[in-house]
């Protein structure tokens, strides 16, 4: 298993926009589906949003149309950009392909939407 870090969050007003990255370590990469997950407090770990190694995506209904995943397998780094933020989607967000997961778990990123 390879290693993930998380970076790009941050405290933004409802309505506002966030780049999250994870760049990740090992040679899997490429081959895998990726996906965004996120956990806020006092509720279960969620996937909001996954890419597969040829660039399909997915969405959950509460993320679609707000929030775009991207990768790019020559810097093996997913992107999340996130678009019209609410306070709903205050949460640690982390990545990690598709169970099962073939990283280990990493920090996460704290995103906070204020209202």
């Known amino acids: 298993q390879g290693h993930v870090v998380e970076s790009g969050g941050g405290l933004v007003q409802a309505g506002g926009s966030l780049r999250l990255s994870c760049a990740t370590s090992?040679?899997?990469?490429?081959?895998?589906?990726m996906g965004w997950y996120r956990q806020a407090p006092g509720k279960q770990r969620e996937l909001v949003a996954s890419i597969t190694s040829g660039n399909s995506t997915n969405y959950a209904d509460s993320v679609k149309g707000r929030f775009t995943i991207r990768r790019d397998n020559g810097k093996n780094t997913v992107y999340l950009q996130m678009n019209s933020l609410k306070p709903e989607d205050t949460a640690v967000y982390y990545c990690?392909?598709?169970?099962?997961?073939?990283?280990?778990w990493g920090q996460g990123t704290q995103v906070t939407v204020s209202s």
């Open positions: 990690n392909t598709p169970f099962p997961y073939r990283y280990y």
């Open positions: 090992g040679s899997i990469f490429s081959i895998n589906a």
